[in-house]
């Protein structure tokens, strides 16, 4: 009489929003795992806020952190963008049209909060290991080895890399793929992550002059600001468009000194009409100097290694919405892990089960996390005045647009974004546009819209600027344009 297997053991490396809410949902699904973080500690003082959004709180709602979440934040109330000198251009009840198509308002939390309440609201802290570097990897047909910088070894069956967008993971993923199967991973995948920005970020105390919980979007040329209000607190950002785009394995980093120098240039460049950059960096209680990827890889598994949040899809700021794809992306890799684990009914899974697995996990997020990395690089160039055509979206297009517009159309994101299958969510807040995973569970079914209504604005952008171009050259040269 053989002995029975081992149960299914995933090794969760990175303990970050990924990492934290895998563990979560590896809980909620009864799966054995282990999170480690090379960190001394949980939350270190780093970054600045991280926006949840109604489909991140229905995540949250289901793993039992909602509640605690709500509680250190209040609601946000106004979108407000801002010409270069202060002037106000554009002030809207985003945030409420929000809440009333969703049933939940945006929280906004400092991220190293955000990461406690995670961390606090697990059911089984012993899971997460600190000082837990890794140092190597080694796959086999019936499990995976996890060496530590410590020298011990975690032993599983399905690693998990949650460790960011410069993931050692994922290092450790493409060489094993490119020895298995030489060429898997091309050198165009390997750069797919561009570095087109940098970002002074920090946090500080209260400032009156952009409000108690409003966001305040100051435009210039090829650079632009923005700040996030809570009563107790500002977090602000200043994105710089770089003179040149960087990829892997380029990192680039930058010192204290170069954050001083960066932001003595904007110093006297004003957030609002009566306040400067330079008052709120002199007040900060940190602030620092990052640079910011975007991409998608199109490989987020291979062998016994998965990937999941920055470390195969990495988003630009700007609508805070990394940190909800990041959860998203989670939430259907434990959805399909569940699935499987259930079926084998105590047995291990083979390699080619464990591999239908990812790829159906690969396959369902893909396209989502690259419209999603899309729409974010069109805001953060919008907001940056990037191009004729970007300023033109932030002056004339959206101000023009009625205020529920926008929220309208981010909807068809929040509506589309999954959640666990095997955690009911009853009692949870409805608000006038349906989730699209109740609407299919109930047989509605309806026409299929675009993920983001955002595209067809900027085609309709383009549309309009190019006869505003045309009427001003009929100004200029009335003989030549009419011939």
């Known amino acids: ?244 785009t960087t990829t892997w394995p380029h990192r680039d980093r930058y010192t204290d000194q170069d954050a001083e120098a960066l932001a003595a240039t904007v110093a006297d460049h004003p957030v609002s009409e009566s306040i400067l950059f330079g008052e709120l960096w002199k007040k900060r209680d940190r602030g620092q100097l990052i640079a910011i990827e975007e991409g998608v890889l199109d490989h987020w598994f291979h062998g016994r290694i998965a990937l999941a949040g920055d470390a195969v899809h990495k988003v630009t700021p700007n609508i805070a919405l990394g940190g909800n794809t990041a959860m998203e992306s989670v939430v259907v890799l434990c959805n399909h892990i569940k699935r499987m684990v259930t079926a084998q009914q105590g047995a291990k899974p083979s390699p080619a089960t464990l591999e239908k697995t990812l790829m159906g996990y690969q396959t369902e997020r893909h396209a989502r996390a690259k419209e999603i990395m899309e729409l974010s690089g069109l805001i953060t160039k919008v907001q940056a005045w990037d191009t004729p055509l970007h300023k033109f979206m932030a002056t004339w297009a959206l101000p023009l647009q009625p205020d529920r517009t926008v929220p309208d159309q981010l909807g068809e994101i929040i509506r589309g974004a999954p959640k666990l299958e095997f955690v009911e969510i009853d009692g949870f807040a409805k608000g006038r546009l349906p989730w699209k995973d109740e609407e299919e569970a109930a047989g509605v079914s309806g026409v299929e819209k675009p993920l983001s209504g955002f595209t067809t604005l900027v085609q309709a952008s383009s549309a309009a600027m190019a006869i505003v171009f045309v009427v001003y050259l009929a100004q200029l040269f009335p003989i030549v344009v009419l011939q």
């Open 1 to 244: 009489m053989g002995y029975p297997d081992p149960p299914f053991r995933v090794i969760v490396v990175g303990a970050g929003v990924a990492g934290l809410t895998a563990s979560h949902c590896l809980e909620k699904a009864g799966i054995d795992h282990v999170v480690l973080e090379r960190r001394a500690e949980i939350a270190p003082p780093e970054g600045a806020s991280i926006a949840i959004y109604p489909n991140g709180s229905r995540i949250l709602e289901q793993i039992d952190c909602l509640e605690a979440a709500e509680a250190a934040c209040v609601p946000m109330d106004r979108w407000i963008c801002r010409r270069p000198g202060g002037k106000q251009i554009w002030n809207t009840g985003f945030f409420d049209f929000v809440k009333e198509n969703h049933g939940r308002d945006i929280l906004l939390l400092e991220r190293r909060n955000f990461l406690r309440i995670l961390y606090d609201c697990l059911p089984n802290k012993s899971r997460v290991r600190l000082n837990a570097g890794v140092a190597g990897i080694k796959q086999s047909s019936s499990g995976v080895e996890v060496a530590l910088s410590d020298g011990t070894v975690e032993v599983g069956d399905l690693v998990l890399g949650c460790d960011g967008v410069h993931s050692r993971t994922r290092g450790f993923m493409w060489d094993h793929a490119n020895k298995t199967a030489v060429g898997t991973i091309t050198a165009k995948e390997k750069k797919a992550m561009k570095t087109m920005w940098k970002c002074l970020v920090g946090t500080g105390p209260p400032a009156p002059e952009l409000g108690e919980r409003d966001m305040t979007v100051t435009h210039d040329n090829r650079y632009s600001f923005l700040a996030l209000t809570q009563p107790d607190r500002v977090f602000w950002f200043v994105f710089f468009h770089q003179d040149k």
